[in-house]
């Protein structure tokens, strides 16, 4: 079964470095998505991507964010100077057809631990 | 603004028993309704989804969820749970509009003990 693949699995970075988690979508999957879920909370919408720019956003993307195709497979979520509360659980998903949940594939998460 | 709220956090339950979590959402329009659970090390997994026709929705592994749109509700249930079962689960909506967005609750964590 096609997985979405994220490296790395646990990353720790001190406060203020850049950062950024990669991940590759399902191969024929044209939209991209960066979700992630601070410690005993919910799952948050970050941002989602379709032919090489940003379809929607949410309040926490901010200019700290971005998200690059650099190539035909990756999908790259950075953030330029991260600080303690960015500590979280990143999730990359993709989907064949435009969201709505339908047809979702999630990868297994980078942790992302600032000190 | 649109949320989800799943109101047990840790579900402890032992083999056989039955299984209800809770989610409502507050959200007036139509929405889509998802349940995903997330196996230890794993990713989140699709359980099943709610677009439109019968509210009863049946899932993989023996789950099913009931939408019931007076109570802007969709629990999640399994008449006998497996340690296998094990897992964190999350219910999630999309509100049937332009966007993507899905919106999440915490979860709920369940331990099944054998």
């Known amino acids: 079964e096609p997985e979405v693949t994220q490296t790395p699995s646990h990353q720790v970075t001190q406060m203020g470095q850049e950062v950024i988690l990669r991940c590759v979508p399902i191969?024929?999957?044209?939209?991209f998505y960066w979700y992630r879920q601070i410690l005993g909370q919910k799952v948050e919408f970050l941002v989602s991507?379709?032919?090489?720019?940003?379809?929607?956003k949410s309040e926490i993307f901010d200019d700290q964010f971005s998200v690059e195709r650099p190539d035909g497979s990756n999908f790259t979520l950075k953030i330029r100077s991260t600080k303690l509360e960015d500590s979280a659980m990143y999730f990359c998903?993709?989907?064949?057809?435009?969201?709505?949940?339908?047809?979702?594939?999630f990868g297994s998460g980078t942790r992302l631990t600032v000190v | 603004a649109q949320s989800v709220s799943q109101h047990n956090h840790h579900v402890i339950l032992s083999e056989a028993a039955s299984l209800e979590l809770g989610c409502n959402y507050s959200?007036?329009?139509?929405?889509?309704l998802f349940w995903y659970v997330q196996y230890p090390g794993q990713h989140l997994q699709l359980l099943l989804k709610?677009?439109?026709?019968?509210?009863l929705v049946k899932g993989i592994k023996g789950f099913e969820a009931e939408f019931i749109k007076s109570k802007f509700s969709f629990n999640l249930r399994k008449p006998s749970v497996q340690w296998s079962d094990t897992a964190e689960y999350f219910c999630?909506?999309?509100?049937?509009?332009?966007?993507?967005?899905?919106?999440f609750g915490k979860g709920t964590t369940l331990s099944v003990s054998s």
């Open positions: 991507f379709y032919n090489n720019e940003i379809s929607e």
């Open positions: 959200y007036g329009g139509t929405v889509n």
């Open positions: 999630a909506v999309n509100p049937n509009q332009a966007g993507t967005a899905l919106i």
């Open positions: 191969s024929n999957h044209l939209y």
């Open positions: 709610y677009f439109s026709g019968d509210p």
């Open positions: 998903a993709s989907s064949e057809v435009q969201g709505q949940g339908y047809g979702y594939t």
